[in-house]
Every structure is written in C-alpha cells, then in structure tokens.
C-alpha cells in the first residue's frame, strides 16, 4: 500500500546519507584538531565516550527518547505537507504541563499521575500546535511561520511560570518545585537515566506508523500531504488535515517534553528541552519521514550529543561542537546533488 | 535629546534605533525573496555579523574595520548557505535552518575558544558609532528633528541602502531579472540566463545588510551576548511579507516592530510586568498582525 | 541555399528514453519549414538542442556551413536563431517591454534600464510586422494570441534570422491562426526562416513549403508539402490509416441532469465575471460540448460543475437539487465523475502508486473499523488495471508511466462505477491519436449507460466529432449554443470561431438551438 521507490533509490539515499554522517563525523575530528590541545584523548572521548560504560551509555539512549517524540511529530506533519517550526515550545510546554499537572496532585497514586501528566502534556502542546493550523485552515495563514512565533512565546512564558510561581527557592538552579517521588518513571539501566520511557518511544513509532499506512485517516492524510488538490478533487475533506496534523504533532511534541520530565528531570528546568525541537526536524529529514526510520535517526542524533558531552568532560572542547556537526547534517540532509552523484557512480 | 521633547519623542526615537536591524536585514532577505527563495538564515547572518565585527573591532582597535569584517564573515557564511542550496540542490529551508544552527554553534565555540567563556563578554575599547551631524535648522525642526536626527551613522546607512535598493530592484537589468527569476524562472533559464546566479546574488546581498544589522546589535552594547539577535531575522522576515515584498513597505513594517519594542521597553520601567512576558510581546505581536493581516486578504479574496 | 544541418543527432533521456535516434534535419533559406509528429516523437527534443536548451549526446549542427555547438539559447541567439516556446516564457507582471528586453537590456547611464529607448525599438519592430501590441501594456492583460505576438517580438527583437514555434496554434483560434500565418508569410518576405512544429496536417498542408515527419524520435520522411496529401503524411506519422471514426450510438436524451441557472463568478479582488450568467443543461445521455479560447471562463466552468470553486451567485442544479457549495466529495456521493484538464496535478498524485490513485475517491468502501483491507484494495486495483490496460501495473508510481496511461489511470477511476454526470475536461490534450480514441469510447460508453457529459475542450475537431451539442464561451458568457451536426469543414469551424471570438452572441436559453439551417440563412446573411 505504501508508495515503492526502487531498490536503486532506496540504495542511492542510504548512501547519500552515509556520506552525510560520514562528512559531519569527519568535521568533528577536523574541528577538534584545530580546537583541542590533545586531539587524541578528544576524539577517543567523542566518539568512544558514549559506549565507555553503562552511565554514558544509558544516557545517550535517553536522550534519543525526546528526539523520538519530536522527530515523529515532525515526520507526521511532514508527511502531510504541513510545516510545524514551533516544536521548541511545544516541548517546553508539554514539560511544564506535566509538572503543573504533577505538583497540583502530589498525592495521587503514581500511575493516575503519570497518565494526568501526559494527558495534561499532550493536551497543552496540542493545542498550541492545533492554534496554527486552524489559522492556516481559518485564514490560510503560513502555519510555520505562525507556529514559530507562537512557540517563542509559548517558551517565553513557560519560562516565567518555571522562574516565577513555580520556581523552587530551595535550589540554585532556576526550576520549579520537584514533582513527588511515585510519579518518577522506573529506571531500567542504572545508574543511568534511561527508564521505560524508551519503550513508550518504541512503541509510539509503531504506533504512528501503523497510523499513516494502515488506517483510513492516515490514508488521507498521506494524500493530502502529497497532493492536497488531488485530494479535495478526489472528495477528501482537506482543511481537517490542515489541522489534525498539526494537532498529532503538538501532542507528541507534548509527550516528548512530558516523558522528559516524569523520567529524567522529575521537574521543569529552564531551558530544558531547548534543541529538542529543530534537532526533532532533522531527526525526521534524515528519516525519510518514515516513522521507523525515526528510531535509528534519534540515536544518531543522541550519539553527536553525547560524544560532544563526553568530549567536554574527557577532553577540552566545548559542548557546542555537536551543534557544528549538526548543522552540517542539516545542511546536506536535503541536498539533492549528494544523492544524485552517488547514483550516477553506480550507473557507471 | 532637545528640552521640547514629551515622552512620545524619545519612544519614537528609540523605535528608529531599535527597527535598524529589523529593517536591514528585511532589505536584504527582500532580494532573496524576489528571487524566489525563502530566506530563514537572517538570524544567523546577523549572529555571525555580531560576533565577528565586535570581535575585529576589539582586536584592531578600529571600528570600521571591525565592521567591515563582520560583514565579510556574514557574506562569506552567506556563500557557504548559498553554494549548498544551489549547487548541491538541498532545501532551502533545511539549510537556513543549518546555517542558523551553525552561525549560533560557532560562535559560542570561538567565544569558548578566544575568550574562556559562554556568555556575555564585555569589551572596554570599542569605540562608540559616531552620531551623523546635521546643521542646526534642522535639528530644531519641531518633534521631527528629534526623532529623525541624532542617530548613529549605520541609521543613515541603512535609509540610504533602502532608496538604492529600490533602484536597483526597479529600475536596473540585475532587478529586473532578479524579480524575473522569482515570479518564472523557466523564462529566465529560456533567455539563457541563470536564475541560480540572481538567487545567490540575493544570498550575498542579505549576507551583507545582516552582517551590518548584526554589527550595530554588538557594538551599540559594546558587548557579545549569545543568541542576541534573539530571533530579530524571523521578525525581519515577517516585516518583508507585512511590507508587502517593497523596500518601502519593509520600512514601515519595521518601524512598527520597533515602535512595539520601543514601548515594550518603555512599558516594563514604569509598568510592573514581568519580563519575560514583555520579551514575548514582539511575537505576540507580530502572530496578531500576521494573523490580522491573513483575515484581511481572505475577506478581500472571498468578498 | 541550405541554412541549416543536423546530423546524426541523438539524445537519450534519465532511464535511457531515447527522445533522438541519430536524427538528420536540414533547413534552407527563406523557407517555412514544418515538422510534424505525434506526442513523443522527439519534435520539442530536437528544437531544443538546436536552440541550446538541451546538449546532445551525440551528433553536429552546421550553421550556414559551419559546425557550431550551440551551449545556451545565448548561443542560438547569437547565431540568429528564436524560439517561440508551446508554453510561453513570459513574466506576467511584467510589460511588454521588460519581457522583450529581458536580458538584453538596453542602457541609460550606463546603469539603468532605458525603458524609452526599449519602446521606441520595440514599438518599430511590432509596426513593421503589423502587431497588435501595446510594449507598455502588462502581459497578463493581454490575449494568448497576443502573449505570442509577444514572444515572436521578443525573438524579432533579438535580431533571429531563424524563428522555431513550437506548437504555435495549439492555442490560438482559427482566425488567431490566419493572422499567425500571414505574419509567418511576411516572415519569410523578409528572408527569414521558420520551423513550425504541429501535429495539425491541415496547418502543415496551409503553410508550410517543406515537412520532416518524426516518429519515435527518428526522421520517417522529409517531402515537399506540394507534393503531399494529408493522407500520406497521416500514414507516415502514426504508422498506419487513422481517421477520427466514432461509432455514436444515439440514445433519447432524458432529463436534465446538470443544469446551470444564471451562474457567475467573480475574479478575486477585482468584480470581474469570470463566469457570467451562464445557463446550461445537461440531459442524460448526451454530451455537451463547451468550446472556447483559454482565459474565457472554460477553466471557471470544469471547477464550478465540479464543486472545487464556489460561485458568487446562481444555482448550479444536480439532479434537480441545489448543490452550488457542496465540496467534489458530496457531489461524488451523489454520483459525479469528473476527469480534469490538469491531469497531472489535480488529476493524479504522482509520487503515489496507481492504486492509491485508484481508490482515492472510493476508499471508504474499503474499511474495517477505521483500517484499510488491503488484500480487497489490491484486488480492485489489479481489476481495473487489467481491464484498462494500464502499463506498469498497480504498485508503480503513478508519475513512472505515460501521459496515456496516467489519463487511463484516471478514466478508470473515473469511469468506472455509476455515474448520472460526467465532467470531462480537456481529455486528449497531449494524448496520441490511439489513446484519443480509447478516451472517446469509454466517453461514449458512459453516454449509452445514461450518464450526461459535460465535455469542455479547446479542440474544436473533436467537439464536433464527439458532441450532441455545443456551446460557445466566450469572456465568461456562453455566447452561442448549437446542435451538432459533425460537421468537419472549415466554414463550420470558423463560423465557431466567430463565436469564440466573440463576434457572434446570440444565445437565448438552452433550449434555443441554432440548427444547421440557421447557420446556414445566418452565415450567409452576415458574411455578406
């Protein structure tokens, strides 16, 4: 049912897409020697670090989780043609969401507080979300430029709720109170953070695959992003898919800064989820926009980010040299020409 | 500021300062966007502006050419944006968003680097922008001479660069096929001409205007602070759709953001509103217009 | 004297399409020169080349003797070769004179474009070859015929010697076409030459002196047009005798099906009619036929009946029930079909698989609990497929196969099914002589089982050839409505043409004919 590109396309973008890797691996080490004053021990740290024991290991996994989230909203958007730039608040406020909704009822049995707290995460960001692409259906209004800028709001004033009302006075780092004890998802890969968050991730990729391939809805949604005059002339109802995307991807938006707070955080910290949502953008480019192609896109991602920790700790470069390597990905995780070239070798 | 002035003229003056940046790098997305190109890298060509001007401008002692080179390394990011997109064919948007993400790595890695820190660094040897002088008649021209007179030169500059832009976009060869490029660029190809050429053109000429709207963002604070252009290229971006694709229009987009800032500023000494909410106004401000302004053209066209 | 030689060119394509087979073309001085063929036969590929836009893979071009290799249309230019594209290439918010100069523009100060100087030149040359233009009127505010005014202006301009039209009359009415070809004679009065590429054997029989017949991207033959019929050329371009032969079976028309009642729409912005009262039946098991110049409310028409644009007043009737404001969805579930002129776009998704295709206006027939049955999907598709005989079969992407086989894609959607009304739009646009035909039957089959057709086309050959009846638009107004007699001879057409140049409005209602006796006491009465 799905549309078949042919074994040679499918080859040519795998491979395209090597080399992308390839290239941004590449300009790491490259940054490195000129930045470092011991390569060596920075590059061992960048890119063995994260494999070097359970703790860095576990987190790398970790982290994937969020970017799983995001770059499924992102790929479900995507897949409908419709631009969702607000990913960064809506992860924030799904984050926040599920704290407010954790400190309101700190004595309710864990499982009823966890389920309200993503209930209330998925919700906030849904809605957010679900704002731009009503005004896109309403008005025709850009919803990613519309979706942008409500999310730098939106995160503005999340912001104020985690340094204001909600802060903790009785920490130095600018965050709200933590939330209680039995709303903490169970770890499962001590003494790191990984916890069964993970498995919610897994399960979500298939979940929205299935959606898009399987189901009725996914069907329409898939044509409409395709093609969406082909779709209203083929009686499709194509302003619900103006907005139900749009209202999908905020939720898992949502669930991702959701999961990152009942699992690693146990409380909303400024800035917490900053890079969950761009990095989420090229976590579904580099996926095809496949659903499960998602996974290993979110672990490549949460490798860059953990090496570039790793080397901040074991070697002497700074954190941001992920954001460098990442930026290059996104760079040449579209260009045309790279694909191209690798399927003209082939021919020859 | 002159003893005539109420509270509106210092408001308003400040509104001229603050939409500079705004305006420049609106001018300069103006060219890509007639190209045909959606330009989102103005955030990060304004970021590496900032960075590099101060940081020249501290290290040779000399602002102009502090200035001079946060424009090159705006341009010379602005190439490497350009190159990807059209000779390697990638996503324009995709890339923007790279070279927003790059502009802001880089610049923390080589502040890092250079400096041994993060977050805001000072410097005490920048010069001040010199302030254009003007006969005194004009200067004492009741409200206006206030507002419009008394500002830095980059203020002028820029006036100055939206009148020949407008030239150039229409009434020179290069704006005529540049504009030609962006409504059809199948005749421009049948003309044997090269769209890509007009469209990497537009990447420099925003390259230039953002590497100048950035340097006046860090040497007016004598300061780097990472991440502050803070989204002020999403906002120049909307300016150019509010302006309605015109230099002109750009301008009076533009004051209106600084006017919303201006006040925004204003309203937070003598108002007790908390902060971030007034950092979040210009958005708020700039989804109402947009939002206003889409109703608008949909009433029109369904009427 | 020869102008002109190709030899031995060839070019292959992405997915080794051979669009060239080492194909030989030569040109004399001063002559009109057409080339003539089917969709596909390399025609567009072979110009293309000469004018730089394409590089050969293999193969020569001499230019008066001399071997050139001709990089860009720059290239061509410099050498004195335009060509006048079958999709113009011009830039609507532009005038006319930006779009001439474009890229050669003429300099004051050495900086500014000299718009003076550009009208002066472009004035000078649109006098000496009897236009009709205005250099500083906006292109868009002019007609199609015009909008080629201005595209041969602008090769004139640049001082070609050798004028190549593709598919020059493709959009042009009979009269637009005389005028055409008078300024192609006075072309050549003035030693120039022209290639003109059609798929028209009357245009070629009309003007041209000498014809190359491509098929399957190889030369077939090169004659002088004296020494041809259209016959023989027929035989040469597809292979075989092909004439347009329909086995109409006449079915007693029942009730209306489709009416229009005083429908207009207005253009966005400005209060423009793009449709302008019109008022229209369909009956059951008839077809009407809507001709019209593009740009006259013919598009506006296919999307109203369609339910894909709303209109500003008048009622469109289904059945007898209002339905102006239903979505395409509900018409559908009230049995429309609806084969679109813009097949490639509106028609069909092209990055999809046939079978997504194919069930995209049927697929809730195949749901469980919200889930899709895949093995029933497939088995519909595979049907249709055969009994269509689409190529490729039903898991390729829909954008992989033929322009014939995409439009048989969407008949089979389309026309499978029962449907009370069938709006079919510009169906054989680009489709060979073959695939035509199958579109017609299946049309036709669609009449017999009761279905009416709305059947809007800017070929008027097969209008008469297909229609019960037809009628004319013209600026939004249906300005005639005829009862169709077949009648293939030019004083028909061009008593047409009157019509859809708007020089002819006598229509009443519906139910008004003008019968072939009218037209016959009219076209005397008038053209006296």
């Not at chain 2, 060509?45 to 900032?50: E, N, S, W």
């Not at chain 2, 769209?195 to 925003?206: C, E, F, V």
């Not at chain 3, 004297?1 to 030899?7: D, I, P, V």
């Not at chain 3, 990089?71 to 290239?75: G, K, M, R, T, Y």
């Given at each position: 049912m799905k549309g078949r590109q042919s074994a040679s396309g499918v080859l040519s973008t795998v491979m395209g897409l090597a080399l992308t890797i390839l290239f941004s691996f590449g300009l790491v080490i490259l940054l490195i020697f000129l930045l470092s004053k011991m390569p060596a021990k920075t590059i061992y740290a960048f890119f063995i670090g994260p494999f070097s024991n359970k703790y860095y290991l576990g987190n790398m996994l970790n982290v994937a989780v969020p970017l799983i989230f995001t770059g499924l909203g992102i790929a479900v958007a995507f897949k409908s043609s419709v631009f969702n730039l607000g990913g960064e608040g809506q992860v924030y406020a799904g984050g926040l969401a599920a704290t407010i909704a954790c400190l309101a009822i700190p004595h309710a049995p864990g499982l009823v507080g966890m389920a309200l707290a993503l209930v209330a995460a998925a919700t906030v960001s849904a809605a957010i979300a679900g704002f731009s692409g009503f005004f896109r259906m309403k008005w025709d209004a850009d919803e990613m430029i519309s979706s942008f800028l409500l999310s730098a709001a939106v995160a503005l004033v999340c912001n104020y709720f985690i340094t204001g009302p909600f802060d903790d006075p009785n920490n130095n780092i600018l965050s709200t109170y933590p939330i209680a004890k039995q709303f903490g998802l169970l770890k499962i890969f001590p003494p790191s953070k990984l916890n069964v968050s993970a498995f919610l991730a897994i399960a979500a990729a298939i979940l929205v695959y299935i959606f898009m391939n399987k189901t009725h809805a996914g069907y329409e949604m898939r044509m409409c992003g395709l093609n969406r005059e082909f779709s209203r002339y083929g009686g499709i109802k194509v302003s619900r898919y103006l907005v139900l995307p749009m209202i999908l991807s905020g939720a898992l938006h949502g669930l991702g800064g959701g999961l990152m707070v009942l699992g690693t955080y146990q409380a909303a910290i400024k800035g917490f989820s900053f890079g969950m949502g761009w990095n989420g953008i090229a976590v579904a480019l580099i996926a095809r926009n496949n659903p499960l192609g998602v996974l290993p896109a979110a672990l490549l991602f949460a490798y860059l980010d953990a090496g570039a920790k790793s080397a901040m700790l074991g070697g002497d470069v700074t954190f941001e040299i992920a954001s460098i390597a990442q930026s290059f990905i996104f760079y040449l995780v579209t260009a045309q020409a790279l694909y191209d070239i690798v399927r003209k070798r082939r021919r020859a | 500021m002159s003893s005539n002035s109420s509270y509106s003229v210092p408001l308003v003056f400040n509104a001229v300062e603050i939409m500079t940046p705004f305006l420049l790098a609106g001018i300069g997305g103006l060219f890509t966007e007639l190209?045909?190109?959606?330009?989102?890298?103005?955030?990060?060509?304004?970021?590496?502006?900032?960075f590099f001007s101060i940081v020249f401008a501290a290290a040779t002692g000399n602002l102009f050419l502090g200035i001079a080179m946060g424009v090159l390394s705006s341009m010379l990011l602005a190439l490497l944006f350009g190159t990807i997109t059209l000779k390697l064919r990638a996503n324009v948007f995709i890339t923007g968003l790279a070279t927003n993400l790059f502009a802001s790595g880089f610049t923390v890695v080589l502040a890092y680097q250079l400096f041994h820190t993060k977050g805001v660094i000072q410097f005490q040897n920048i010069p001040k922008l010199p302030v254009l002088v003007v006969p005194d008649f004009l200067q004492r021209i009741p409200i206006l001479g206030d507002i419009l007179f008394g500002h830095n030169i980059i203020v002028y500059l820029t006036w100055a660069l939206v009148l020949l832009s407008a030239i150039v976009i229409y009434r020179t060869p290069f704006g005529l096929r540049l504009r030609g490029t962006g409504i059809n660029a199948d005749t421009i190809v049948s003309l044997g001409?090269?769209?890509?050429?007009?469209?990497?053109?537009?990447?420099?000429?925003?390259?230039?205007?953002?590497?100048?709207?950035g340097a006046m963002l860090t040497i007016r604070l004598a300061a780097f602070v990472p991440e502050i252009t803070s989204g002020r290229g999403w906002i120049a971006l909307v300016a150019i759709y509010l302006g309605n694709k015109t230099p002109f229009g750009i301008a009076v987009a533009s004051f209106v953001f600084g006017l919303t800032e201006s006040f925004s500023n204003y309203a937070q000494g003598a108002i007790k509103i908390p902060s971030d909410f007034i950092l979040a106004l210009p958005y708020v401000i700039t989804v109402a217009a947009m939002i206003l302004y889409a109703v608008w053209r949909h009433s029109r066209a369904t009427r | 004297?020869?102008?002109?030689?190709?030899?031995g060119i060839t070019k292959l394509y992405a997915d080794d399409l051979v669009a060239n087979d080492s194909v030989d073309f030569s040109l004399e001085e001063r002559e009109i020169h057409a080339i003539v063929g089917e969709n596909g036969a390399g025609k567009t590929t072979?110009?293309?080349?000469?004018?730089?836009?394409?590089?050969?893979?293999?193969?020569?071009i001499l230019f008066r003797g001399v071997k050139k290799s001709i990089?860009?249309?720059?290239?061509a230019n410099r050498l004195g070769i335009g060509m006048v594209h079958q999709h113009f290439k011009l830039i609507p918010d532009f005038t006319v004179a930006e779009n001439v100069v474009l890229g050669i523009e003429p300099l004051r100060a050495k900086i500014f474009v000299d718009h003076v100087t550009a009208a002066r030149e472009i004035r000078r040359v649109i006098e000496s070859h009897g236009f009709s233009i205005d250099p500083n009127a906006r292109v868009r505010s002019l007609t199609v015929g015009q909008m080629q005014q201005v595209e041969i202006v602008k090769m004139l301009y640049r001082k070609a010697e050798l004028l190549i039209l593709d598919e020059p009359t493709s959009v042009l009415t009979e009269q637009e076409i005389d005028s055409l070809f008078s300024t192609l004679r006075s072309l050549r009065e003035d030693g120039k030459t022209c290639i003109i590429i059609t798929h028209k054997l009357q245009e070629v029989m009309d003007i041209s002196d000498r014809v190359t017949v491509m098929r399957k991207g190889g030369v077939v033959a090169v004659r002088s047009t004296s020494e041809v019929d259209k016959a023989e050329l027929s035989r040469l371009m597809v292979g075989k005798n092909m004439l347009f032969q329909l086995d109409r079976k006449y079915a007693a028309c029942g009730d209306s099906a489709l009416e229009f009642k005083d429908v207009t729409i207005r253009q966005r912005g400005s209060n423009r009619p793009l449709l302008d009262r019109v008022n229209l039946t369909v009956r059951s098991c008839e077809i009407v036929g809507v001709a019209g110049v593009s740009g006259n409310g013919l598009g506006e028409l296919e999307d109203s009946a369609a339910g894909l644009r709303r209109i500003d007043s008048g009622q469109i009737l289904f059945d007898g029930q209002d339905i102006?404001?239903?979505?395409?969805?509900?018409?559908?579930?009230?049995?429309?079909?609806?084969?679109?002129?813009?097949?490639?776009?509106?028609?069909?998704?092209?990055?999809?698989?046939?079978t997504e295709n194919l069930i995209v206006t049927n697929h809730h027939n195949f749901l469980r609990a919200g889930f899709l049955k895949s093995g029933k999907i497939r088995h519909y598709a595979t049907k249709l497929v055969e009994s269509f005989a689409i190529d490729g079969g039903p898991r390729i992407a829909i954008g992989t196969l033929s322009g014939g086989n995409i439009q048989k894609v969407i008949l089979a959607r389309e026309l499978t099914g029962e449907a009370k009304i069938v709006v079919v739009s510009e169906p054989t646009w680009g489709l060979d002589v073959a695939s035509s035909q199958f579109v017609y039957e299946k049309i036709l089959e669609m009449r017999s089982a009761g279905a009416g057709i709305l059947f809007i086309s800017s070929n008027l050959d097969e209008i008469i050839g297909i229609a019960d009846s037809i009628a004319v638009m013209y600026r939004g107004k249906v300005v005639g409505f005829l009862r169709n007699e077949q009648d293939q001879s030019k004083e028909f057409k061009e008593f047409i043409g009157e019509y859809m140049l708007g020089l002819r409005d006598d229509f009443v209602s519906p139910d008004d004919f003008v019968s072939r006796d009218d037209f016959a006491v009219r076209a005397k009465g008038e053209s006296s």
């Open positions: - | 190209a045909g190109m959606l330009n989102i890298a103005l955030e990060g060509l304004m970021l590496a502006g900032a001409l090269s769209p890509q050429k007009y469209q990497l053109a537009g990447i420099l000429i925003s390259g230039f205007t953002c590497g100048l709207a | 004297m020869q102008l002109l030689e190709m030899k072979l110009m293309k080349i000469l004018y730089g836009l394409e590089q050969p893979d293999s193969g020569s990089h860009s249309p720059l290239d102006s404001g239903l979505s395409t969805g509900e018409l559908r579930a009230r049995g429309l079909a609806y084969v679109p002129a813009d097949r490639l776009h509106r028609g069909s998704s092209l990055s999809s698989t046939v």
